[in-house]
C-alpha cells in the first residue's frame, strides 16, 4: 500500500519538482543532529577529565541524550500529528538551538549535571526533528525507493561522523592531561583553574551551534512545505493496537539495540582506543572523525547503491553478521587492529538505523506512519540504557570486555533482517 503522497507524486510527474527543494532542507536536518550526536564521543571523555569520573557516571551523557527521546517521543508524534510536519521542526530546532545555549551557563557553574539537563534538553529537539524528518524523507517521492531516499539522507547525517569529531575535538579538547595522583597533587587554586579552563572549552562550539540551528529554523518557517494531510485514508486505534503490526513492533526491538551497538562503539572508541593502543586523546579524535567517520559515510553511500541490486532486509542481516565478527575481534585482542576493527563496525552499522526505520513503517498508512515513526524514535532509548552497562562492566572489567554489549545488539539486528522485517498483519 502506497503512502498518499508518494502515490500523488507517481501521479503526476511534475509533482516531483515540489518535492526537490523540501527535500534538500530537511536533509540538511540528517548533517545537523548528526553534528551534534557525534560531539558525544569527544564531550564524553573531555566531561569525564574535567570532573574526574568514572565509566559509569560518564554515560551519563548517553543516559540523559537518549532518555530525552524516550521522554519526547510521543509528545512528539503529537505534535507532528496535530500540527504536521513543519511546525514539529520548528519546534525541534528552538529546543535543540536552547539546549545548545545552556552550555555556556554550565560551563561558567562547572557543574555536571547541569550539562546533563542541556543535553536533555538539546535531545528533546531532535526527538522532534527525528520523528519528522524521516518518515517526511520516505513521502517525499516515489514509494518504491523510499528506503534508498531515506539512506541517502541519512548519508549526511553520516557525513557529521567526520566533521564533528574534527571539528568539535580540536575546539573542545585541550590536550593536557593528568594523571589523578597529578591532580591530587596540585593546590586547590590550581586544580579549580585548571578543572574551570577545561569547562569553558565547550562555550564556544555550542555557542556557534545554537546560532546556526536558529538560522536554520527562521528558513523553515519562511519556506511552504508539502505535508501529507490525507489522514482519513487509514485510521490508528492507539499504540497498543498499532505495536500489533508486526514488522512496525519488530523494528522498535531492532532499533533499541542497534541504537544502544551505536552509542556503545562511538562514544566509547576514544577510550578503548587509549586502552588497546596507547595513544594520546587528541590522536584518537582523529582516528574518530577520520576514520570511523569516513568509514561511516561510505558505508551510508556504498550501502545505498547497493540497495539497487540486493533488498534492503538482506544487506541488513548481513552487515549485522559482519558486525557480530568485529565485536568479538574488538573483545579479545590488541593494539592497531582494534581500531581498524572499530572503523570497520562503523562502515557496516552505517545502514543500520534507516533500514530498521524504512523497513518498520513501510505500507502504513499516514496515521499510522506518524504514530509508527514516535514508537522507533522512542526506542532510541537504547542509547541510554546499554552504554551504562557497557560502563559498569568496564569499571569492573576492562572497557574491551564491555563490547560484548554490542556484539550481542547486532544480533538482534541481524535477526530483524532475517525474519523480523516481514509484513504479517496491517488492519
Known amino acids: 500500500m502506497a503512502l498518499p503522497a508518494s502515490s500523488a507524486t507517481m501521479a503526476n510527474p511534475n509533482a516531483k519538482k515540489?518535492?526537490?527543494?523540501?527535500?534538500?532542507?530537511?536533509?540538511?536536518?540528517?548533517?545537523?543532529?548528526?553534528?551534534?550526536?557525534?560531539?558525544?564521543?569527544?564531550?564524553?571523555?573531555?566531561?569525564?577529565?574535567?570532573?574526574?569520573?568514572?565509566?559509569?557516571?560518564?554515560?551519563?551523557?548517553?543516559?540523559?541524550?537518549?532518555?530525552?527521546?524516550?521522554?519526547?517521543?510521543?509528545?512528539?508524534?503529537?505534535?507532528?500529528?496535530?500540527?504536521?510536519?513543519?511546525?514539529?521542526?520548528?519546534?525541534?530546532?528552538?529546543?535543540?538551538?536552547?539546549?545548545?545555549?545552556?552550555?555556556?551557563?554550565?560551563?561558567?557553574?562547572?557543574?555536571?549535571?547541569?550539562?546533563?539537563?542541556?543535553?536533555?534538553?538539546?535531545?528533546?529537539?531532535?526527538?522532534?526533528?527525528?520523528?519528522?524528518?524521516?518518515?517526511?524523507?520516505?513521502?517525499?517521492?516515489?514509494?518504491?525507493?523510499?528506503?534508498?531516499?531515506?539512506?541517502?539522507?541519512?548519508?549526511?547525517?553520516?557525513?557529521?561522523?567526520?566533521?564533528?569529531?574534527?571539528?568539535?575535538?580540536?575546539?573542545?579538547?585541550?590536550?593536557?592531561?593528568?594523571?589523578?595522583?597529578?591532580?591530587?597533587?596540585?593546590?586547590?587554586?590550581?586544580?579549580?583553574?585548571?578543572?574551570?579552563?577545561?569547562?569553558?572549552?565547550?562555550?564556544?562550539?555550542?555557542?556557534?551551534?545554537?546560532?546556526?540551528?536558529?538560522?536554520?529554523?527562521?528558513?523553515?518557517?519562511?519556506?511552504?512545505?508539502?505535508?501529507?494531510?490525507?489522514?482519513?485514508?487509514?485510521?490508528?486505534?492507539?499504540?497498543?493496537?498499532?505495536?500489533?503490526?508486526?514488522?512496525?513492533?519488530?523494528?522498535?526491538?531492532?532499533?533499541?539495540?542497534?541504537?544502544?551497538?551505536?552509542?556503545?562503539?562511538?562514544?566509547?572508541?576514544?577510550?578503548v582506543v587509549r586502552q588497546a593502543v596507547g595513544m594520546d586523546e587528541k590522536t584518537a579524535k582523529d582516528y574518530l572523525g577520520i576514520g570511523y567517520g569516513s568509514a561511516f559515510v561510505a558505508g551510508r553511500f556504498i550501502g545505498t547503491f547497493l540497495m539497487k541490486y540486493v533488498t534492503p532486509q538482506r544487506l541488513l542481516s548481513v552487515f549485522a553478521f559482519v558486525n557480530i565478527f568485529l565485536s568479538a575481534f574488538v573483545i579479545f585482542s590488541h593494539g592497531m587492529v582494534v581500531v581498524i576493527a572499530l572503523i570497520a563496525i562503523a562502515f557496516f552499522m552505517s545502514i543500520m538505523f534507516p533500514t530498521i526505520f524504512a523497513l518498520g513503517i513501510k505500507d502504513l498508512n499516514p496515521v499510522n506512519t506518524k504514530m509508527g515513526s514516535s514508537l522507533i524514535i522512542m526506542a532510541i532509548v537504547g542509547g541510554a540504557i546499554l552504554p551504562a552497562i557497557l560502563g559498569r562492566i568496564a569499571d569492573v572489567t576492562n572497557i574491551q570486555y564491555g563490547y560484548v554489549v554490542p556484539l550481542l545488539c547486532f544480533i538482534v539486528v541481524a535477526w530483524y533482517g532475517l525474519a523480523g522485517y516481514k509484513i504479517k498483519n496491517i488492519d
Open 18 to 271: 515540489n518535492y526537490l527543494f523540501p527535500f534538500i532542507l530537511v536533509t540538511s536536518l540528517f548533517f545537523f543532529w548528526g553534528f551534534v550526536h557525534n560531539l558525544d564521543p569527544v564531550l564524553m571523555p573531555h566531561l569525564k577529565k574535567t570532573f574526574r569520573l568514572n565509566y559509569l557516571q560518564t554515560s551519563l551523557v548517553d543516559t540523559s541524550v537518549f532518555f530525552g527521546y524516550f521522554f519526547m517521543a510521543l509528545p512528539g508524534g503529537f505534535i507532528i500529528r496535530r500540527y504536521g510536519f513543519k511546525a514539529g521542526i520548528i519546534i525541534g530546532l528552538l529546543l535543540f538551538a536552547i539546549g545548545c545555549f545552556l552550555f555556556v551557563p554550565a560551563a561558567n557553574t562547572v557543574v555536571y549535571p547541569f550539562f546533563l539537563v542541556a543535553l536533555f534538553i538539546v535531545a528533546c529537539g531532535l526527538t522532534l526533528l527525528e520523528t519528522a524528518a524521516n518518515p517526511y524523507a520516505t513521502i517525499l517521492g516515489d514509494p518504491k525507493t523510499a528506503t534508498q531516499r531515506l539512506n541517502f539522507a541519512q548519508s549526511f547525517n553520516g557525513l557529521a561522523v567526520v566533521v564533528a569529531p574534527y571539528i568539535g575535538g580540536r575546539m573542545i579538547l585541550s590536550g593536557k592531561e593528568f594523571t589523578k595522583e597529578q591532580m591530587d597533587a596540585m593546590p586547590a587554586h590550581d586544580l579549580a583553574m585548571y578543572l574551570q579552563s577545561e569547562a569553558d572549552r565547550v562555550k564556544l562550539p555550542y555557542t556557534i551551534l545554537g546560532v546556526a540551528i536558529l538560522l536554520i529554523a527562521i528558513l523553515f518557517l519562511l519556506t511552504k512545505l508539502p505535508e501529507s494531510k490525507d489522514e482519513s485514508s487509514g485510521s490508528a486505534g492507539g499504540f497498543r493496537k498499532i505495536l500489533r503490526i508486526v514488522h512496525l513492533r519488530g523494528a522498535v526491538i531492532a532499533q533499541f539495540f542497534y541504537v544502544g551497538a551505536q552509542v556503545c562503539v562511538a562514544s566509547y572508541f576514544i577510550n
